[in-house]
Structure formats: structure tokens, C-alpha cells
């Protein structure tokens, strides 16, 4: 099972910052509401570009029980980012999450 639901450590740490094209106005799936652009070519999630960091699409609370409210629209970096990799487990440690252990890396899913 998954410990992406009771977790949400990297939604809460990393700035998530992906190219225009996956923005719905420009034919990809990150609704306009959700990301603000950084240039003409870069756009990053909301909530992300500050401190705190906490993803505008990110419900629940962090270590206890969270989702993903675009999860199926999400962008590729949150794709990209995967289970029990290096980043994943640099994020539950800022977030004081205990390591996974002997857990086979695999794309995260909130
Ligand atoms: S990928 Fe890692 S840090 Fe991100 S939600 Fe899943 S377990 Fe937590
Ligand atoms: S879009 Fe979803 S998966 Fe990506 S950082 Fe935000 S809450 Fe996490």
C-alpha cells in the first residue's frame, strides 16, 4: 500500500514549477486557478513559490491523511517524483516523517 495518502510531505516542500504547455489555456490539464506563471515559458503551482510551502491542490493534513484535489490533472514534476526515491524521502524527513523502509521506488500517488 501506498504511504502517499498519510503522507503529502513532498507537496508540502517543494517548489513545482513545470513548462506552459501542460497549463489548460495552452492545451495541457493544470487548471488557470491552481499555478501562476514565474515567465513566459515557466508556471509553478500555487503555494509553492513561498514558505511555507504547501500546494494549492494539496488537502488534508500533512503525516496524517491528504489527497491531491487535481490529481488526475496534476503536472509532470508531480508525476515525475517517485515513492521511496531520494526526494521523497528528503521531504518526509524535513516534514519529521520517518524513512520508508524496503520499499521498491514507484511514481507517487496522492
Ligand atoms: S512521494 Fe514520498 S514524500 Fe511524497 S507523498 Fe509519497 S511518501 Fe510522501
Ligand atoms: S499538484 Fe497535487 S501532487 Fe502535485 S504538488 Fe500539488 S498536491 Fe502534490
Known amino acids: ?6 503522507c503529502g510531505a513532498c ?32 508556471w509553478r503551482m500555487n503555494g509553492t513559490g513561498t514558505v ?6 494539496l488537502t488534508g493534513t500533512v503525516g496524517e491523511q491528504v489527497g491531491c484535489s487535481i490529481c488526475s490533472l496534476r503536472p509532470a514534476p508531480c508525476h515525475e517524483l517517485v515513492e521511496g526515491s531520494e526526494g521523497c524521502q ?12 524496503g520499499l521498491q521506488a514507484r511514481p507517487a500517488t496522492l
Open 1 to 6: 500500500m501506498s504511504a502517499c495518502t498519510s
Open 52 to 57: 511555507p510551502i504547501r500546494c494549492a491542490a
Open 11 to 42: 507537496c508540502a516542500c517543494y517548489r513545482v514549477e513545470f513548462p506552459v504547455y501542460q497549463m489548460v489555456f495552452a492545451g495541457g490539464t493544470v487548471p488557470g486557478d491552481m499555478a501562476e506563471e514565474v515567465n513566459g515559458n515557466t
Open 90 to 101: 528528503r521531504a518526509r524527513t524535513k516534514r519529521g516523517l520517518p524513512a520508508l523502509e
